[in-house]
């Protein structure tokens, strides 16, 4: 088993995230793939390693994501590689988890949970936590009621495969340039070569989850972009989106507002009002407005990012 961190600017969390790593008897190395940062990740681990010989770096330019987890896996030396994020602390046991199932022969590819960690007292900036965990939380459920959807809607952070599989099919789509839904282009990709998954809710880690309000706004638009970019390359699969999608589900005046959001001025007031309302609700505590508002901003900018990358202006 060789585990990859891919890591950018985490340099914060990287030594408690590496600790359970090293310290599992199945993993023969622990490579972390330093994405271009400049924060003494590096040099972090190299410390570390002094007294951990399995551990070791990989400095490479910024690549993205899965542009990282490709460089760790040519790297890796073990027959199977297990893929953690810079901000998944491992349950004990974690790596020899993987190692099991695999050896079971359960599928190609193991997902493991990763319940993002919620504080009991909600803060004001926590709105962007709470949608990540109960999308995440309702992703699981559908892996479990639908086990065929586990490869296909791949959801990154803790998974392992073969290294062999990694490397024929590719981790990194040099066309797929968002750094949103990379994971689950290779999903798809691994799902056309004919590889299967299986979660194991059992193979757990918690995820330290953490999003500014701009990041939230960034997500949603690589969110809108990708949405575009996926039946490009998977047209088997997916349809592009239609005009009015983002705008589905919604009340009337609600969906109204969406739909006018794809003029320029239009969007760009109800972007600037909805982020000072997102600001104004967390302060006073009134969560059921900031999560409604946040959900709408989300929508409006996923639209967005959407229009920018069929006009090809989006950079």
């Given at each position: 088993?060789?585990?990859?961190?891919?890591?950018?600017?985490g340099v914060t969390?990287?030594?408690?995230i590496l600790?359970?790593?090293s310290?599992?008897?199945?993993s023969?190395?622990?490579?972390?793939?330093?994405?271009?940062?400049?924060d003494?990740?590096?040099?972090l681990?190299?410390r570390?390693?002094?007294?951990?010989?399995?551990?070791r770096s990989?400095l490479i330019?910024?690549?993205g994501d899965?542009g990282a987890r490709?460089?760790?896996?040519?790297?890796a030396?073990?027959?199977?590689?297990?893929?953690?994020?810079?901000?998944?602390?491992?349950?004990?046991?974690l790596?020899?988890g993987?190692a099991?199932r695999?050896?079971?022969?359960?599928?190609d590819?193991v997902?493991?949970y990763?319940?993002?960690v919620?504080s009991?007292?909600?803060?004001?900036?926590?709105f962007a936590?709470m949608l990540y965990?109960?999308e995440?939380?309702?992703?699981c459920?559908?892996?479990?009621?639908?086990p065929?959807?586990?490869?296909?809607h791949l959801w990154g952070g803790?998974f392992s495969m073969?290294?062999a599989?990694?490397?024929?099919?590719?981790?990194?789509?040099?066309?797929f340039?968002?750094?949103?839904h990379?994971?689950r282009d290779?999903?798809i990709?691994?799902?056309?070569?004919?590889?299967s998954?299986?979660f194991?809710?059992?193979l757990s880690?918690?995820?330290?989850?953490?999003?500014?309000?701009?990041?939230?706004v960034r997500?949603?638009?690589?969110q809108g972009?990708?949405?575009?970019?996926?039946?490009?390359?998977?047209?088997r699969l997916?349809s592009?989106?239609q005009?009015?999608e983002f705008a589905q589900g919604l009340p009337?005046a609600?969906?109204?507002?969406?739909?006018l959001?794809?003029r320029p001025r239009a969007?760009?007031?109800?972007?600037?009002?909805?982020r000072?309302l997102?600001?104004?609700?967390?302060?006073?505590?009134?969560w059921?407005?900031?999560?409604?508002?946040?959900s709408?901003?989300?929508?409006?900018e996923?639209?967005?990012?959407a229009i920018?990358q069929s006009?090809?202006?989006?950079?």
């Amino acid at each position: 088993m060789s585990v990859i961190v891919p890591t950018y600017n985490g340099v914060t969390l990287l030594e408690r995230i590496l600790r359970p790593l090293s310290e599992d008897p199945a993993s023969t190395e622990v490579i972390v793939v330093v994405d271009g940062s400049r924060d003494g990740s590096k040099e972090l681990v190299e410390r570390l390693a002094r007294d951990e010989p399995r551990l070791r770096s990989l400095l490479i330019d910024n690549r993205g994501d899965m542009g990282a987890r490709d460089a760790g896996a040519q790297a890796a030396d073990g027959e199977i590689v297990l893929f953690i994020d810079d901000d998944v602390l491992a349950d004990p046991g974690l790596v020899s988890g993987h190692a099991r199932r695999h050896a079971e022969g359960a599928a190609d590819i193991v997902v493991g949970y990763m319940p993002v960690v919620v504080s009991s007292r909600r803060g004001p900036d926590d709105f962007a936590l709470m949608l990540y965990a109960s999308e995440y939380e309702g992703r699981c459920g559908i892996y479990e009621r639908e086990p065929d959807s586990v490869v296909r809607h791949l959801w990154g952070g803790n998974f392992s495969m073969r290294r062999a599989d990694c490397l024929a099919i590719g981790m990194s789509n040099p066309g797929f340039t968002e750094h949103y839904h990379g994971d689950r282009d290779f999903g798809i990709r691994c799902l056309e070569a004919g590889l299967s998954g299986v979660f194991d809710r059992g193979l757990s880690a918690a995820h330290l989850h953490d999003r500014t309000l701009a990041s939230f706004v960034r997500d949603a638009r690589s969110q809108g972009a990708a949405r575009v970019l996926m039946p490009e390359f998977h047209p088997r699969l997916m349809s592009p989106p239609q005009a009015d999608e983002f705008a589905q589900g919604l009340p009337g005046a609600v969906s109204a507002l969406v739909r006018l959001c794809r003029r320029p001025r239009a969007h760009a007031t109800a972007s600037s009002s909805l982020r000072h309302l997102v600001r104004v609700a967390g302060v006073a505590r009134l969560w059921l407005i900031q999560d409604h508002a946040a959900s709408l901003l989300r929508r409006i900018e996923q639209q967005q990012g959407a229009i920018e990358q069929s006009r090809g202006t989006r950079g």
